[in-house]
């Protein structure tokens, strides 16, 4: 099993989601944020006791940001090629096979990084196992 060459601690400000406001009042009006932009709106104008606004202050810590919680980032591989690119950076990248590779690539990409000791993160996703054919 591959490890992450440094693990820092993922540290979120803030893990609730930003509400639209008045979502909860009209259904017309979905929960997912949108910036406030009426003339006399007094949440725009952040009257106290208003829900907050999204702001760069709720960013999180440069070393930590888009790391997954197992330590490493993210890379969409593709094809082999595509995993070849991860051989000297295993231990701060994994990968992640894209959702649109056939089956019999995905076999092909899993036995390759296990060769590279890559970590693929949904290395299981549409395998069957041989008592299924």
């Not at 993922?10 to 609730?16: A, H, P, Q, V, Y």
């Not at 999180?60 to 330590?71: A, D």
Request: aromatic residues 6%; positive net charge.
């Amino acid at each position: 099993m591959v490890t992450p060459l440094v693990k820092h601690k993922i540290i979120k400000k803030r893990t609730l989601r930003f509400r639209r406001y008045q979502s909860d009042r009209k259904v017309t009006v979905k929960e997912s944020w949108r910036k406030p932009r009426g003339i006399d709106g007094r949440h725009r104008r952040k009257f106290k006791g208003l829900p907050p606004h999204p702001n760069v202050g709720y960013g999180s810590n440069k070393k930590t940001r888009h790391m997954l919680p197992n330590g490493f980032l993210k890379f969409v591989v593709h094809n082999i090629a595509d995993l070849d690119l991860l051989m000297m950076h295993n231990r701060k990248y994994c990968a992640e096979i894209a959702h649109n590779v056939a089956t019999q690539n995905r076999k092909a990409i899993v036995e390759r990084a296990a060769q590279l000791n890559v970590c693929v993160i949904n290395k299981a996703a549409r395998l069957r196992s041989e008592e299924d054919e």
